[in-house]
């Protein structure tokens, strides 16, 4: 063998890129294999059924000769090739197809495939309907509830308010004792032993913030003439009860 000769054309034209001489090799093997694939399916004898099926296919797309007793007959009454059936031309102009069964199932069995599939489809739309209603009623939970946690921090606030004004009133009418502890707001800062008594106090009241909103609302009106929904404080319950836009939180609102 002749030495490569490095400073030659063919040489330097060469790709020498790491990696491309693991690649050609790679496609080379598999166009190998797919020629190899490609003569072996040539030289594959066909099966029996395989060529049974070719030669139905190619009776079936050719048209009816004179050789046909059928296709004979209907000339002789003046039928020709192309022409719809019946005395004015409305029948069918190709034959009706032919569907040969091929498969070992029973009679029926293709309907009962159908139907399954049927059934099969029709739950997997039932599951989507549900899930979509499901989805829609935690929708409107999360609104219901978000709608009620703004309802109570109203009624929260509105009760805030009321004991603020409920103290005020109380004080200036030297009343230095609330009627109940939760009628006066509570101080920001006291001693540990006032806040656990204050926190018995409130576990022992059962009380709700709609309730609590409702009784201090007719405390003032009743013992102040104030109306916490209008703001204002009135001479006595005759002018109250005139003059007031409404009697209950529900008509202010």
């Known amino acids: 063998d002749e030495e490569e000769d490095y400073m030659s054309d063919l040489f330097i034209k060469q790709d020498v890129r790491p990696g491309l ?9 598999i166009q190998k294999e797919e020629k190899q ?3 072996n399916e040539k030289n594959r004898q066909k099966s029996i ?16 000769g004179n050789e046909n007793r059928g296709f004979a007959l209907l000339q002789k009454m003046g039928y020709k090739s192309g022409q719809a059936l019946g005395k004015s031309g409305e029948g069918i102009v190709e034959p009706i197809a032919l569907n040969i069964k091929t498969g070992r199932s029973g009679l029926g069995h293709e309907e009962l495939k159908k139907r399954k ?8 739309r039932q599951k989507l309907q ?9 929708a409107d939970q999360f609104r219901v509830r978000f709608k009620n946690k703004q309802e109570e921090r109203k009624m929260e606030g509105d009760l805030r308010k009321s004991q603020r004004a409920c103290q005020q009133l109380d004080m200036q009418k030297d009343i230095d004792v609330p009627k109940e502890t939760w009628y006066w707001l509570e101080p920001e800062e006291e001693d540990k032993k006032d806040e656990e008594e204050k926190e018995d106090e409130c576990t022992n009241s059962d ?11 007719a405390y003032l ?6 109306c916490i929904w209008c703001g204002t404080t009135y001479e ?7 003059n007031c836009p409404g009697n209950s939180a529900a008509d202010h609102d």
Do not use: G, W
């Not at 549900?130 to 935690?138: C, L, R, T, Y």
């Not at 009380?207 to 609302?217: F, G, H, Y």
């Not at 009106?221 to 104030?226: D, G, K, P, V």
């Open 236 to 242: 006595d319950s005759e002018d109250l009860s005139s």
């Open 207 to 217: 009380l709700s913030v709609p309730e609590k909103l409702n009784i201090l609302t």
């Open 21 to 29: 001489p693991m690649v050609r090799r790679m496609k080379e093997a």
């Open 221 to 226: 009106r009743e013992e102040h003439f104030y």
């Open 117 to 124: 599939a049927e059934e099969k489809l029709e739950n997997y």
């Open 49 to 64: 059924k395989e060529e049974e099926k070719e030669r139905r296919d190619l009776v079936l797309k050719s048209a009816l």
């Open 130 to 138: 549900m899930k979509k209603q499901a989805n829609e009623q935690a």
């Open 37 to 39: 694939k490609e003569a």
